[in-house]
């Protein structure tokens, strides 16, 4: 996985203001993804605790993208969604007010938190049924860009996400303003809902039965290959064929680039960038023309300070960025990796006079070397302390195109069995890519650290890529480990990690 490569292409933006964002707290907050990452707290507020409290009405509405309305599901009438804000510490209470003519519920990807609040029917909770309110409470310990979404079907292809930002209480800001930029591919109300494109999938892929293993394991019946030119043309290194579904419109703060979102500062001004891939099939290289960004964050967790031209972002990925502003209208590209059609994603940051780029525009950094996300190093507070494995398991990614079969550790969900952890264990997870496509394999209630010492929740492993993975077992319960690729995770890449006494 060590490549920076040349394809790229990626932006976001969602505009919050300037304003200097240094929080101040004597709660004394758990804090910057540190070493010492504190315990998970209750499901009640402890006294003092700041509470932060907010609604979500989940609901059939219908979006203007900027140019095309779309008939779809979302949280109120906005996409993305509602941005929930708190500071590290600080207790959510969270209501879900389920308006959908189908179950649903809310993970919050990323947060470190009780088993019983993270959100996963089957696992940690019943579906929410229609016409039902359920209420989410947590500490959300740890500061960081986040985001949540349905953990149901392929819901988080709808419009049903919005980012959930934790600011930390020690940090001393040292920017002007901050731009939350979320990250979409779109297909909802354009002739076919997501859970029409899943069938269609599964059509395409033949009519052989899901629950024969055929296909899986080892190295047969590789999806890639299935693509045609689309693969052929524009895969390559170092993502090989990324992505399944062809969608019409690639958004980025819930617009398409013909109707960008423009974001406002002076020149000179230094902004925080938290970039956040919503998308449910799309791994984007974001650029941002005229600019290098310097990589200061992923996934909540601070890294070395890395300069970047471009940056490679899978789904369910978060980076942020800081950027010091010249003068003009530069675009911010958030091109998707491996599709051909449905153009970019694009937003713009205006610091002067100029002409707006097209919605077209490629900026040179797309044409310049692109950050695999998992060669940043780690900074000092955010590694794990050093300690060797108390057990290793194995989780193998397996599945294929045609069939449509997606499959962890030789079965899909619900027929794997699932991993298993002792409280109080550093556990080492063996991940091996057995498919010729990327997966961002993504890890509920932890963090994990990468043999660099690099900590994340979401990471991409190329094709027959293998990548050991480490964590700490302090958070008991049963939880979630799949594919971000929600259509590769409903068809079966997942499987549960359960603690065991
Ligand atoms: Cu954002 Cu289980 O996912
Ligand atoms: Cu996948």
Redesign the pocket.
Known sequence: MQRLSRRAVLIGGLGLGAGALTACSTRGGRGSGSAALGPVSAATPSPGQTVVEKSLSAKPTTIDLGGPKVATWAYGDTLPGPLIRATAGDFLRLTLDNQLPDDTSIHWHGIRLHNAADGVPGMTQDPVKPGQKFVYEFTAPDPGTYFFHPHVGVQLDRGLYAPLIIDDPREPGGYDAEWVVVLDDWVDGTGRTPDEVLKQLIAAGGSASPSSSGGMGGMGGMGGMDHGAMGSSTGAQPWGDAGDVTYPHFLLNGKVPAAPETFAAKPGQKVRLRIINAASDTIFTVALGGHKMTITHTDGHPVVPQEVSALYMGMGERYDAIVTLGEGVFPLVARPFAKTSGGQALGLIRTGAGTAPGPDITPAELGGQVLIGSQLQPAESAKLPAKSPDATVQLN?EGSMQPYH?AINGAPFGKNTPLTVKAGQRLRINVMNMTM?T??LHLHGHTFALPSGLRKDTVLLGPMEQLPIDLDADNAGKWAVH?H?IY??EAG?MIGLNYVS
Do not use: E, K, V
């Open positions: 990614l997606w496509m997966h961002p594919c690729n590769h995770a890449m």
